[in-house]
């Protein structure tokens, strides 16, 4: 009864923050996000309504286009002409480029749209990052200027380049109208922070016939319960009420605290970013098209390699079939294999954020791959359950190593961590006492961790169980679900990590 009635007060207090006016005007404080309650009504509206013409193939693609837009301008205001713009110019490009016979006027239209695509990305992101970098040097006093990164900017610039460059390489042939592109680039699930999602994987989603089966349905539900619950509650909780104090004043903590907070870490931006792959994933079901899986356990990843695998598919995908392929990839002698290796992973890091710090966490990355690289031809370690666990263990904490210099706001910060760290002693009392102060939290990592590395044929058995429950079960669990995040939520709703890349 109790939880019924915190359900009832979830909702009431949604009514009382949210105006009228709020649905629909775009809020900076407030960004539209797939966490928050005001979401899950504007979709509960939109999906009504998109069940009744899922199949008016003309219909559905302006209903959808216009939710996205407008879902864009929620999220990142008047910045959607950005989109329009970036995408009037990849479709006029591409029209052209289709039908021209001269290969280097082809190239020439290519390098418009890279021009077009990766400037405005340069502008937005890393502007003011070439103006520290320059006044460093120089010693000027050049002003930063007043720049805000559109939402989702570097995944919608990797989506559409995507598209000029299969069309460019004869792999894909333009859509037939400038609509269903842009239905493409904008489809909201993924818009904003992926996965990334190729043109000629999706867009011929947009000309069948859709077919929503009972199993897609029951995925569909599936996945979005276990991203809300990563999400919401996992990484939002541990991030709020641990991990972040740590990383903002790691000296004002036990260096046993320090470690923890970078396991938590490395626990927190997974379970935030599978999430909302998840989540992105599961919507798009809903609604009749599959996105690509983006996270497959990266933890329990052997190798570096076998991590870029697992982690962030959709980009790590794209930055060899888009920048290593390009750039040689192992068609150039040894030497330039592991020179474009690390020069893909030095730019996916510069792609992450435009700071020394995610060029330092690429570059690492790279360096791993290419010695991987080097050794695999002459070591050939044995295939059993103890190697593996030694490979996994030293994967992982490469990975957390790494992920320090993505967290920390600055290299002085990581040298404090990893000092407290190094100096750590055990201490059973201390290291108890540390647990039980943070016990909700600890709890947190240790079911997150657990959820991670269970089997997947579990994950499958709960697929199954879930799947037989009848729809007023399925509908509790949603109510359930939205009450742990209500009385777990800090008092503010936490944007995706991934929202501003």
């Excluded at 929620?74 to 052209?96: A, C, E, H, P, T």
């Amino acid at each position: 009864m109790q939880i019924l009635v915190n359900i009832a007060d979830f909702f009431t207090i949604f009514m009382c923050n949210y105006s009228f006016e709020n649905w629909y005007i775009f809020d900076p404080k407030h960004p539209l996000l797939f966490n928050s309650a005001l979401f899950l009504v504007l979709f509960s509206i939109f999906y009504g309504i998109y069940t009744q013409i899922i199949n008016k193939k003309h219909l559905r693609t302006i209903y959808v286009v216009a939710f996205s837009l407008f879902f864009y301008y929620k999220s990142s205001g008047w910045y959607f002409w950005i989109l329009l713009f970036s995408s009037v110019v990849d479709y006029s490009i591409s029209i052209v480029m289709y039908k021209q016979v001269n290969k280097q006027k082809r190239f020439y239209l290519l390098l418009l749209s890279l021009i077009s695509n990766l400037g405005l990305l340069a502008y937005f992101k890393y502007t003011n990052f070439f103006i520290d970098n320059w006044n460093s040097l120089t010693g000027s006093g050049l002003s930063k200027l007043n720049i805000i990164l559109p939402v989702g900017i570097s995944f919608y610039t990797f989506q559409t380049l995507s598209y000029t460059i299969d069309v460019y390489r004869k792999e894909l042939a333009p859509t037939k109208k400038f609509i269903d592109f842009l239905f493409f680039v904008s489809f909201f699930p993924q818009l904003v922070a992926g996965p990334i999602v190729r043109a000629k994987d999706f867009i011929p989603q947009i000309y069948k016939k859709l077919q929503l089966s009972k199993a897609d349905f029951n995925l569909a539900l599936f996945l979005i319960i276990g991203g809300l619950i990563k999400k919401a509650i996992i990484s939002d909780y541990i991030s709020v009420n641990f991990v972040d104090r740590v990383f903002d004043n790691p000296n004002l903590y036990t260096p046993i605290e320090n470690i923890l907070a970078s396991y938590g870490y490395a626990l927190q931006i997974y379970a935030d970013f599978s999430g909302y792959s998840d989540i992105a994933i599961g919507i798009a079901l809903l609604m009749g098209f599959r996105l690509p899986v983006n996270f497959r356990t990266p933890y329990q990843s052997g190798s570096i390699t076998e991590f870029w695998r697992r982690w962030h598919i959709s980009l790590s995908s794209w930055l060899r079939d888009y920048l290593y392929i390009s750039l040689g990839g192992n068609r150039k002698g040894k030497i330039r294999t592991y020179v474009n290796l690390f020069l893909t992973m030095l730019l996916g890091g510069l792609w992450h954020g435009a700071s020394w710090k995610f060029v330092f966490w690429g570059m690492l990355h790279g360096s791993a791959l290419a010695v991987e690289r080097f050794f695999k031809q002459y070591i050939h370690l044995p295939k059993n359950i103890f190697v593996r666990a030694i490979q996994v263990f030293l994967t992982f904490h490469f990975v957390v190593f790494a992920w320090l210099f993505f967290r920390a706001k600055d290299f002085s910060t990581v040298m404090d961590m990893l000092h407290n760290i190094g100096s750590i002693r055990f201490d059973i009392v201390q290291f108890t006492s540390i647990i039980l102060a943070y016990k909700n939290v600890m709890l947190l990592i240790l079911f997150g961790f657990l959820w991670h590395f269970i089997p997947k044929k579990w994950e499958q058995k709960l697929l199954q169980v879930f799947s037989v429950l009848p729809i007023e079960a399925k509908a509790l669990l949603f109510g359930l679900l939205f009450w742990a995040i209500y009385v777990t939520a800090s008092a503010e709703t936490q944007a995706f990590i991934y929202f501003q890349f």
